[in-house]
């Protein structure tokens, strides 16, 4: 069972996508603290959009990215 944060991010981050090619929003920022479930909204997110579109995922940090190369999102 997901959040209502995390629903609403998944939602937010399909909506977007649809309308990826509009260059007034180029990008899409999930942030939060270590534990909030990001990893997890990215997951459904690719998992949703993966087979139409193409993305990539950019992280801050080192340790972010090898935490998406963990679980198999990078």
């Known amino acids: 069972k997901y959040t209502r944060e995390q629903e609403i ?3 937010d981050c ?5 309308n990826v090619y509009n260059p007034t ?3 899409f920022i999930i942030r939060g603290y ?4 990001k990893s997890t909204v990215i997951s459904l997110f ?5 087979r139409r ?6 992280t801050y940090t080192g340790k ?3 935490i998406l ?6």
């Not at 270590?34 to 479930?37: P, R």
């Not at 579109?53 to 950019?58: C, K, T």
């Open 25 to 27: 929003k180029p990008d």
């Open 53 to 58: 579109l193409e993305f990539s995922v950019l």
């Open 64 to 66: 972010a990215s090898q």
């Open 34 to 37: 270590a534990g909030t479930g």
């Open 9 to 11: 991010a998944i939602q």
């Open 69 to 74: 190369q963990e679980k198999g999102l990078a």
């Open 14 to 18: 399909v909506i977007w996508a649809l």
């Open 46 to 50: 690719l998992a949703t959009v993966k």
